[in-house]
């Protein structure tokens, strides 16, 4: 009987192989870009065409390599980076398996062309789906250029996963950001469809690399981390707390310069900051491990992404101690550390259940106009509030009997008396809930309220933030956004969302593209993400002060909306104390 097992001939191998390897376009990138720092180049540029789907061209000026090499390379586990088994637990190298460019030829298009110093001609291959179809002289300077054509036009599987040419450009984006903060002294260039994205000098210091990338106000929010011992470097900058983020994108970690996600450092890294940061906040990092190479693993994930620490331990606590020592000696500890004004407040009773009827007498009773909030005194273009002669809650019984009074609890929470207890209310999500339903409201009927500044300030926003404007002009019309973008990332506010103060405009602005980016959602149509992101970043904050006449707005502005009693994002809005609670608590 014939054996039923073969072995695979090298390319179904190689394609397997590029199953874990190629993930996607970005993975493409970054493998080059790997291999080119590992050629010792001292430039890379980077040019892409359809979400890198088309091409991806990366071209370097490291070493090159001469022609037995240049068609040796494409074979799997070709490397000149490890020799023997030992070798492997020394690697001081990005590549070593030797797998990358075999994988990347048996899913595209691929041409090589390279060239060592010492020789007078190169090299020129021509290799598709793994197959090579030529090898022959070329004309160039020191260095390797890949070009890498119709990715996965022979696997149309993984094609089907792929999300849109933006989605997956946005990748790459990130994946050169994300070397490149590691290798300031490597001139980096991206290019998309023509056009420099990323144009980024050779650096000798890492501060002006991450100014480059994370905006020109980079050396005020930074510090400088450093430390060393049991055999660890820690080298990098943190973000100082009050500059932290809403999502984890601003977080870079590295080991022995290789570009690693690691979910526990990225804990550990957040503990560090203790209370400074509220919650969902997170810090700002650029940091590098250096160890012993035979104290990682660095073959543990298909694309190296992670690795694995012989001593995990250890790291995360020279990260924690290393950024609580930054953090001490910078000497920017608030007074009042989030957690102080929060524990202080009496444990709550969880929502109870109870509807908006509760609070409307009944449905004939003319609903009130909605109130503006008037938060905003000294803008007289802001809507203001309209005198009215009715007291407040005119038709909600259980605040009949009383004089209505608001309580303001921590500048955070909104307390008053109801009939049947105490009804305490968040104000930034109460805030944020009104806003929302406006904001839906306002997209819905095609209106929007703007106002227009009297000196239109710039907006210099990064990369990322400007793809996003420039793909959302109509959008942010809609929230009462007038922005002009100019070549370059320079974007010019000349109208705000009526609910903005004046001079926050370019924080929020800011914001809400963060949580646009961040919001993955694909059930959120971009209506539902714009209001929700816009609510979340106008509306008043925990810890503004409000008097009577904003908290009356407030409130009754809430109890007009058609879900008052959560937030947006689902959190709880309202809490009512029940008499009978208070009593059980009295022990009475
Ligand atoms: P690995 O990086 O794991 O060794 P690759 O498949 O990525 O495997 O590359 C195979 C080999 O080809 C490398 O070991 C290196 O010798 C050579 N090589 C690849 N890219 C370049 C480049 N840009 N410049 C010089 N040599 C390269
Ligand atoms: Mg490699």
Known sequence: MNP???????????KIAAG??????????????????????????????????ALIRVSDNGTGMGREDAVLCFSRHATSKIVTLQDLFQIRTLGFRGEALASIASVAQLEMSTARSEESVGTRVLIE??????????ARSTGTTVMVRNLFFNTPARKKFLKSEITEFRQILSVVQNLSLCYPPIAFRLIKEDSEVLN?????????RIADILGKTSESRFLPVHYQGDGVTLAGFIGKPEFAQMDRKRQFFYVNHRMITSRSLSQAFLRAYDTLLPIHKF?????????????????????KREVRFSNERMIQDILVNAVRRTIRNANIIPDLSYKELTGRGFPLAPVLSFSKADYLKSPEEPIQEIMPLELNPDNKEAPSPQPTSQ????????????QVQYFQLHSCFIMTPIKNGLMIIDQHVAHERILYERILDNFKESKFFSQQLLFPTTFESSLTEFEVIQNNLNQFEMLGYGLKTFSGRTV????????????????????????????????????????KSFACRAAIKSGQTLNQQEMTHLVNALFQTKSPFTCPHGRPVVVRLSLDEIQRRFLR
């Open 20 to 53: 874990e390897v190629v993930e996607r376009p970005a993975s493409v990138v970054k493998e080059l870009i790997e291999n080119s720092i590992d050629a010792g180049a001292q430039a890379i540029t980077v040019e892409v065409r359809g979400g890198g789907l």
């Open 129 to 138: 789906g793994g197959k090579i179809l030529e090898v022959g002289d070329t």
């Open 492 to 531: 010019i506010i000349e109208a705000i969302p009526a609910e903005i103060k004046p001079g926050t405009e370019d924080k929020i602005l800011r914001e809400i593209i963060a949580s646009l980016l961040e919001e993955e959602d694909p059930k959120l149509d971009i209506v539902q993400r714009f209001a």
């Open 4 to 14: 039923k097992i073969k072995i695979l001939p090298e390319n179904i191998a190689n």
């Open 391 to 402: 007291p407040d809650f005119p038709s909600i019984p259980e605040f009949s009997s009383y």
């Open 200 to 208: 980024l000098i050779a650096r000798e210091r890492q501060l002006e």
């Open 283 to 303: 810090p700002m990092g650029i940091l590098d491990f250096e160890l012993a190479p035979n104290l990682i693993d660095v073959n543990v994930h298909p694309t």
